[in-house]
């Protein structure tokens, strides 16, 4: 069974951090997975990426709105992508998914992690 399964968020106060887990499962993340990927939802917007690694080669991709501020990253071993998130702000409040592309083309999604910045 294929499992994306979230880990990490809460409530924080601006520019506070928070570090994002994605376990991914019921497939093999070294030889199976394409690209990882963060996508946040904020209530009432559309959702938008955030961030994504290759799991071969490591390469990524992150959007302005969190450049500098955010990192993906990867630890093959335990089957995991991160998202690390410095100086949090309170646009960056949003529930946070994580999306997995296997190398035939397959995509799952997990079941999402809320992430609130307020004081």
């Known amino acids: 069974q294929v499992q994306l399964v979230e880990s990490g968020g809460g409530l924080v106060q601006p520019g506070g951090s928070l570090r994002l887990s994605c376990l991914v499962s019921?497939?093999?993340?070294?030889?199976?997975?394409?690209?990882v990927s963060w996508y946040r939802q904020a209530s009432g917007k559309e959702r938008e990426l955030v961030a994504n690694?290759?799991?071969?080669?490591?390469?990524?991709y992150d959007s302005e709105s969190v450049r500098d501020r955010f990192t993906i990253s990867k630890e093959a071993a335990k089957n995991t992508v991160f998202l690390q998130m410095n100086d949090l702000k309170p646009e960056d409040t949003a529930v946070y998914y994580c999306?997995?592309?296997?190398?035939?083309?397959?995509?799952?999604w997990g079941q999402g992690t809320q992430v609130t910045v307020s004081s």
């Open positions: 999306h997995a592309r296997q190398r035939a083309g397959s995509d799952h």
């Open positions: 019921g497939f093999s993340f070294r030889f199976d997975t394409y690209v």
């Open positions: 690694i290759r799991v071969v080669g490591g390469k990524f």
